[in-house]
Structure formats: structure tokens, C-alpha cells
């Protein structure tokens, strides 16, 4: 059978098709096989290294507050770079897929430093390992994802193509969160017996005891570097970049790049601070709550092993939308799509506050997961095209204060999410500590009143990350249908424009 001949736009690029859908897709399943490993830090460091609440609030604050700063410098040091990189391996790289490859290097090893297996070590000793492993960590993630992240504005200018690359980056996303969310509990809890073979009881809660088997971890993050590593080249070698890396708006002076101009004029981009806001909800309540949703399962229902299986059951649903989410975008538009699945994940919130109150765990688990599906339902909304928001918000900067600043707007937006991710872990860590939990007593020594207080906590964080998320998509973000359609045409003459003069100085200089 003859092979379909490849296809070129105008530009004469390879046209958008799946090849880039799946090399974006593998992009973000890079990135994950890192970023998943982020709510397993707190796990391990808690119950395997059994550092005191207090103290590992601190240092993960501490640590997250740096992750946040970088994010803005490795955004302007992307645009900032005009620099035409070449590599014999790949050819054409340009400066995108360049950082990328650089944090992809470093990502092979850095994600096992923070997960160095020495319980008996002294405290201070825990902590510099804590904060070096961790600062060396983020950085290498943040210098592949940040500029991974503004590449969806660079593949097309198409806001239909963009949105399909947003579901597919979701797509990459939760192949790349399975793994660490199923497979790792199973391989780093271990259910205790007794020496007559019977389960060991935690005597105050009644179910059976689990230990935490932390030198595993480090192996696994090492597994896990190298397959982000595979999906990262995957990636560089298989999408094309449409649009200009260095764009220079005709007849416009080119001024030196100001950070906190860009940073004033991000705050007065409405959806770049909608979806931000939307996003902090997201990491505030559901990466805050992975921790607690762990200690809980362990302490409450006693079965830490599968708790990862039960939060995929529960966010399995959003696999739903995505092979209509192209449909219902171009007939009724992002922000109103993402509305509606914001309502439904309010609802499933307090569905699951529900749970807490029931005597029966099996029917208490029973009600937590309908609530749990409810609420990845409506997130599944969201998540297929949160990335093509912020693609469009891009375009909102460069429509309203005619600069596109990829990496900075990316990266301020970056900065608000991981601060999100900071904050909010070391505050559920105090609370934590403030409802009971007591580290030394590692999770097979909890009292029962705490196994429960951790339900309420998890229950309360679902809901307040449901509550943020609408306010953000509902009130905040503006570009609705109508708007957006506005934005695009207007953009699409103005660029026309610049084509139009930039073809004719060309001709200029032919002639002469």
C-alpha cells in the first residue's frame, strides 16, 4: 500500500494533524512521570522519614516558594533568547525544544534526589537533603515544562487545534499520572501480619496496619526519569512550530523586555488570571488533598495500596469528554463548556461531604466515590481545555497590549499554580498535625477519632477546590464565545498585515 503523501500548509509546514496531537500528548506524559511523583514527597518524607508536621511544612513552603520565583526567570530567559539552536541529532531545534531537552537531561536522575531512603538520619541532615534534592529537582522540571507549556501557542494559531491539543496534553496527562497514581501505592505499602500469618490490627481503628516501603520509592523515581526521558525526545523529534519563536510586530520599536511590565499587564489579562485562579483551585484541593487522601485511606478504610485505584476509578469519567470536546467547544465555546463541568464538580464536592457522617465504611466509601466520579466528571470539562485557555489568553495579551510574551505569561501562570502547590500542602500538613496526626506513631498507630478527622479534611479540600475553580471560570475568565471569535478574527487580519508588509520588503530585497 502506497503511503500517503505528506501534506504542507502555505508556509510549508507539515500540516497539523495527529502527529502532533501525540507528540504534545507524550510532552505532558514527560513531564508527569516527574510532577506525579510531587504528592508522594510529602507521603514519604512524613511517614517514611518521619519528619515532624511542623518542620516539613516549613521546608516543602520554603522549597514551592522557590519553585514559584523560577518559573517567571526561566519564562523571560526563554523570551529574551533569540538564539537559533541546532543539535546533529535533531537539526533545527530552536529555543523551545532546546530548554526543553536541557531539563529532560536533567529529569533522568533529579526526581530519585528527593527520595533518598535514610530514616535513622539525623534531623538537620534530612532537611539539607530535603531542600538541595528538591531545589535541583524543580529546577530541571521547570526548565523542560515551562517552555513545554507555551509550545501549544507555537504548534497553531487554529483555536480548534488548540483545544485538540489541550485534550491530548490532558490525554498525556493522566497516562503519565496512572502509573505513580495505581501501580506505585501497590509496589510501596505492604500490608503487616503476625507471626501466626493473621492481619495486624491497629487496635484503635480496627483495620489492618500498612507499612511504608520507602527505598523503593527512590528506584521507582529513577524508572520513571528514564520513560519521562523517552517521552520528552518522542516529542522534540516528532512536533512542528508554526509560528515564529521571536515574533517582532512590524513598524513597532522593540523595547527591552520588562518583567514587571509584563508581570502588570498579566494581572490586567483577565483570562490569563481566570484560569489561573481556576487552576490554583485545582492544586490547592486536589493536590493538597493527596497527602491526606493517603493517610486516610491507610488509617481509616485500611488500604493504602489501593487508594490509588479507587482516584482513578473516580476520575476515569473525564476520559468522556475527550472525543467530543471539540464539538461541544466549537458550538458553545470553552468557557461556557467549562462552566457546566465546574457545577458538576461542585456537586460531587458535597456529595462527598457526605461520606464523613456514615457509620458503614463500605457504604461511607461507596458514597465517597460517587461523589469523587461527579467531581472528576465536571473536572474533565475543564481539564480537556484549561491548556487552550491559556493559549487564547496569550493571544488576549498580545490583542490587548500587543505583546504575545509566550514564556511570561506561561510562566506567571506557572508561578500562581505552584505557589498554590506550595502553600497549600504545608497548610494541610499543619492541619494535619492540628487534627491529630502524630508521625512517630506512623499511620498503624493513629487513633480513631484522627483516622476520621483526616475524612472531614479530605472532604473540605475537594469542596474548596470545586468553589475556586467556578469563581475563576465563571466570574473571572472573559473570553466567552462571542469574544473569542472577536479576538481571533481581529488578530488574524492584524497578522495578515505584518505578512503582507513583511512579504513585500522581502521582494525589495530581491530586486536590489
Request: glycine fraction near 10%.
Amino acid at each position: 500500500m502506497a503511503k500517503k503523501p505528506i501534506q504542507y500548509d502555505e508556509k510549508g509546514h507539515r500540516k497539523f494533524g495527529m502527529r502532533d496531537k501525540l507528540a504534545y500528548a507524550a510532552g505532558d506524559f514527560g513531564c508527569n512521570m516527574s510532577f506525579a511523583l510531587k504528592g508522594t514527597v510529602q507521603t514519604f518524607w512524613l511517614v517514611y522519614m518521619m519528619m515532624e508536621t511542623g518542620l516539613l511544612s516549613a521546608l516543602l513552603l520554603v522549597v514551592q516558594i522557590w519553585d514559584a520565583i523560577n518559573d517567571p526567570m526561566i519564562g523571560a530567559l526563554i523570551d529574551k533568547d533569540k538564539g537559533n539552536y541546532k543539535n546533529k541529532f535533531f537539526g533545527k531545534l530552536g529555543k523551545f525544544k532546546t530548554y526543553i531537552f536541557i531539563g529532560a537531561c536533567g529529569l533522568l536522575v533529579a526526581g530519585a534526589l528527593v527520595f533518598i531512603p535514610i530514616p535513622n538520619a539525623d534531623v538537620w541532615l534530612k532537611a539539607v537533603l530535603f531542600i538541595l534534592g528538591y531545589i535541583v529537582w524543580d529546577a530541571c522540571y521547570t526548565i523542560a515544562n515551562v517552555p513545554y507549556g507555551s509550545m501549544l501557542s507555537l504548534i497553531t494559531e487554529d483555536s480548534g487545534e488548540r483545544a485538540q491539543l489541550s485534550t491530548w496534553r490532558s490525554v498525556g496527562s493522566m497516562l503519565g499520572n496512572i502509573f505513580p497514581m495505581v501501580l506505585l501505592p501497590m509496589l510501596i505499602w505492604r500490608k503487616e501480619v503476625n507471626p501466626d500469618g493473621t492481619p495486624m490490627l491497629n487496635p484503635e481503628t480496627g483495620v489492618q496496619v500498612e507499612t511504608l516501603l520507602g527505598e523503593r520509592v527512590f528506584w521507582v523515581a529513577l524508572i520513571m526519569g528514564i520513560l519521562g526521558f523517552i517521552a520528552f525526545i518522542f516529542m522534540i523529534k516528532t512536533a512542528t512550530i508554526r509560528v515564529d519563536e521571536n515574533t517582532v510586530k512590524a513598524g513597532e520599536e522593540v523595547q527591552k523586555f520588562n518583567v514587571l511590565k509584563a508581570f502588570g499587564n498579566f494581572m490586567k489579562n483577565r483570562p490569563a488570571v481566570g484560569a489561573t485562579i481556576a487552576a490554583m483551585g485545582m492544586f490547592l484541593g486536589m493536590q493538597s488533598a493527596s497527602t491526606a487522601t493517603t493517610i486516610m485511606f491507610a488509617t481509616y478504610f485500611g488500604m493504602a495500596s489501593l487508594s490509588g485505584v479507587v482516584t482513578m476509578i473516580g476520575f476515569l469519567p473525564m476520559f468522556l469528554f475527550m472525543p467530543f470536546i471539540k464539538k461541544l467547544v466549537n458550538k458553545y465555546g470553552k468557557k461556557e463548556c467549562s462552566v457546566v463541568g465546574t457545577i458538576a464538580s461542585l456537586v460531587g464536592a458535597v456529595i462527598m461531604f457526605i461520606f464523613p457522617a456514615i457509620p458503614n465504611k463500605i457504604v461511607g466509601l461507596v458514597i465517597y466515590m460517587i461523589g469523587l466520579i461527579l467531581f472528576g466528571l465536571g473536572m474533565g470539562v475543564y481539564t480537556c481545555v484549561s491548556w487552550a485557555m491559556m493559549g487564547d489568553a496569550i493571544d488576549y495579551n498580545e490583542w490587548k497590549f500587543g505583546a504575545r510574551e509566550e514564556g511570561t505569561v506561561y510562566s506567571l501562570h506557572s508561578f500562581f499554580r505552584k505557589l498554590a502547590q506550595g502553600v497549600g500542602p504545608s497548610v494541610v500538613l499543619l492541619i494535619m498535625g492540628a487534627l491529630g496526626y502524630v508521625e512517630k506513631l506512623g499511620t498503624g498507630g493513629q487513633s480513631a477519632q484522627t483516622a476520621h478527622n483526616m475524612c472531614w479534611l479530605v472532604a473540605g479540600l475537594y469542596l474548596f477546590s470545586a468553589v475556586l475553580q467556578f469563581i475563576g471560570i465563571a466570574f473571572v475568565y472573559n473570553l466567552d464565545k462571542k469574544t473569542l471569535d472577536k479576538m481571533n478574527d481581529e488578530l488574524a487580519e492584524k497578522h495578515s498585515k505584518v505578512s503582507a508588509v513583511a512579504q513585500e520588503a522581502e521582494a525589495i530585497i530581491d530586486a536590489e
